[in-house]
């Protein structure tokens, strides 16, 4: 862990450079202080800046990091996920960040290493504290548990792709006990090009009005989701509709139903939207915005909100013509994460548009890049 003293000095003194010179500057390690409490499973055992710099832009400073840090395991738990918030000033926009590595799988006294890759901002003239500060959100281990302040709700978030790598490992398990080598090779492949014909979609969100990025105003009009269903949902979508114009989504809303025998505390729907000429895009997931949202079994809620998004692809507006919804996760009051199953996901629709989680990328990566098959099944059996 960096030393205090003398992160704060050097922010002191790199800040009053930067001020005066009015010029782009290479930031310190000292300049950046890791925060590891002392009872974290985690210790630092090496961190580089590489090429991180600072530049003076009026009254802030736009700061490019590209930071690596090695980390250890210091506990008596395998870790499976982490997550890192990155801070240079609460309040300013653009101010702060995170990262969350998932699908690791680290043991007692093993190393491994994260990459912090972003830009914030920062007034110039705030010199008190170190000119970044990396805090630890949360550790997800093997078994679940979590450890953590978790200001982020990285508990849901981690353990949602972690249910998410452990449905699909089991995937390719299943196939490599039924089907062999050359049945996983041949699933390997078909994953690969699925993920090569993903359509791409940005999304841009405003909190109100019209998204600064919006096709030529066309008139409003309520559109109507409809909905997948996936037989072992614990939420059932019941109705839901936005006002449309052109590439604009407006205060989207969906009634769900909580029809499981536990209440639920956090429901996503997962959106997909047509293009008038029936193209199909994955636009993201329309998470509950009550914080305080507590369903008990039987009851609906709607799930409301307050946004305008725009839709774009290579640049170009996206017209949206029609909307699909899903269920795409659900966190129980006890903590507990459900998500879509493998055969959930083997809908037609949802095949062409949804990216693949985290950890079947992962996998394919380590067929594609870094030995094939024989590399593909040595991993899988580390599960």
């Not at 043991?107 to 110039?124: H, K, N, Y």
């Not at 997931?285 to 609906?300: E, F, H, K, R, V």
């Not at 909100?305 to 699909?324: I, R």
């Amino acid at each position: 862990m960096w030393n205090n003293v003398k992160a704060l000095t050097a922010a002191i003194v790199f800040l009053g450079a930067t001020s005066l010179l009015a010029q782009d500057a290479a930031i310190p390690p000292g300049a950046v202080n890791i925060n590891l409490p002392d009872n974290s499973p985690l210790a630092l055992k090496s961190f580089t800046m590489a090429d991180s710099r600072a530049t003076a832009r009026g009254a802030a400073l736009a700061l490019d990091l590209h930071m690596s840090a090695t980390l250890v395991n210091n506990g008596p738990y395998r870790i499976h996920g982490v997550t890192l918030r990155v801070v240079a000033q609460e309040v300013t926009l653009g101010g702060k960040g995170s990262v969350t590595y998932p699908s690791l799988n680290v043991g007692p006294g093993e190393t491994f290493q994260v990459r912090i890759d972003m830009q914030l901002m920062r007034p110039s003239q705030v010199t008190g504290g170190p000119l970044v500060q990396v805090d630890l959100d949360g550790v997800l281990f093997q078994d679940l548990s979590f450890f953590g302040p978790d200001r982020l709700n990285s508990r849901r978030t981690m353990t949602a792709c972690e249910k998410e790598a452990q449905r699909d490992r089991e995937h390719f398990k299943r196939i490599l006990a039924q089907a062999g080598r050359t049945g996983l090779q041949r699933e390997m492949l078909e994953s690969m090009a699925r993920q090569s014909e993903v359509s791409q979609l940005a999304v841009t969100v405003k909190r109100t009005g019209r998204a600064v990025t919006s096709a030529a105003i066309a008139p409003e009009h309520d559109a109507e989701f409809a909905f997948l269903e996936f037989p072992d949902s614990p939420v059932k979508p019941m109705n839901g509709s936005a006002r449309i114009s052109g590439n604009e989504a407006r205060t989207p809303r969906i009634e769900v139903r909580n029809r499981s025998n536990r209440p639920v505390k956090y429901v996503e729907m997962g959106w997909i939207v047509s293009d008038p000429s029936g193209k199909q895009y994955m636009a993201g997931s329309l998470p509950s915005a009550d914080t305080d949202l507590i369903l008990p079994p039987g009851q609906s809620a709607r799930l409301l909100q307050e946004t305008t998004l725009s839709f774009s692809a290579k640049g170009q507006p996206v017209n949206v013509s029609k909307m699909v919804g899903f269920v795409n996760q659900v966190e129980f009051a006890d903590g507990n994460i459900w998500v879509p199953n493998r055969q959930n996901l083997d809908n037609a629709l949802l095949l062409k548009v949804l990216p693949p989680s985290a950890e079947e990328q992962r996998l394919t990566d380590i067929y594609r890049k870094r030995g094939g098959l024989d590399a593909l099944v040595a991993e899988l059996s580390k599960f």
